[in-house]
């Protein structure tokens, strides 16, 4: 399967990288540089804070893939990533996109499962910290504060699908696109009081539709139809727009909610 060729040449170039760093920083470096952590890390057992080690996945690499064993627990402090579901017909469906502080491998942890469910693929360059799956589960078990975050993390993400579940099937492509583009504009601060000249959706074609959820070739269209009506420009092939852009797409899906 040429999908599956791809995540494994991703895991390599992701090993190269960890090759190339050299020793990893420690749980405490990674603390001390990225402050937040601590909410989560300040019960952490000292055993297992010894034993924990922080790993670097280059952007583009898998984190985890679907189906595979779980023997760790880990905390992302830095970076984005994306949940995916791959089918054996090559398909790609994206659930979310998630930013640190996140976790990895805690609902397949917290539902008892042996296996991962979904593929965890990272979208910029990701700072890890893990420890086993058996020290999790200790850890789960005598921290009230590390399972009360993980319970509301995943919570939320449940909130968070069961919100939006269903749009895919009954919206527009048009509509699903300047969604999508005016959440991307909002998440890049195209609507604070210092807003950037212009956003450039960086993402390729190929993350778009599996993002959006709609085949290529009616992506295309709809970026055609849309640059057309002014809605965005295309900028090196990518969707590029500027506040009054934005503030147009917010317009027209507001109308589009009412009818």
């Not at 976790?103 to 990701?126: K, Q, Y």
Request: glycine share 6%; proline share 3%; aromatic share 10%.
């Amino acid at each position: 399967m040429v999908y599956l060729e791809q995540l494994e040449g991703r895991v390599g170039r992701d090993r190269a990288v960890q090759k190339n760093r050299g020793r990893e920083m420690t749980l405490t470096e990674l603390e001390r540089k990225v402050p937040k952590l601590l909410e989560y890390t300040r019960y952490m057992p000292e055993d297992i804070r010894n034993r924990c080690t922080v790993r670097t996945h280059a952007a583009g690499s898998i984190i985890h893939q679907k189906n595979m064993e779980l023997g760790y627990f880990g905390i992302v402090a830095q970076g984005e990533n994306r949940v995916i579901n791959e089918f054996e017909n090559g398909n790609v469906y994206m659930i979310e996109s998630n930013k640190a502080i996140d976790f990895i491998g805690e609902v397949t942890i917290l539902a008892g499962m042996p296996r991962t469910s979904v593929t965890i693929e990272a979208v910029t360059e990701n700072v890890v910290a893990y420890i086993s799956r058996k020290d999790a589960e200790r850890w789960l078990s005598e921290d009230i504060n590390i399972l009360r975050l993980t319970s509301r993390h995943t919570a939320f993400k449940l909130y968070r699908s069961s919100y939006n579940n269903g749009a895919k099937l009954f919206y527009p492509p048009g509509y699903l696109l300047l969604d999508y583009m005016v959440k991307y504009g909002r998440q890049y601060g195209i609507d604070s009081p210092a807003p950037p000249k212009q956003v450039t959706i960086s993402r390729t074609r190929q993350l778009l539709q599996e993002e959006i959820g709609i085949n290529v070739k009616t992506l295309n269209r709809t970026i055609r139809q849309l640059k057309e009506e002014g809605f965005f420009t295309l900028y090196k092939g990518k969707i590029t727009f500027n506040r009054e852009q934005y503030e147009m797409a917010q317009s027209w899906l507001e109308t589009a909610r009412d009818k």
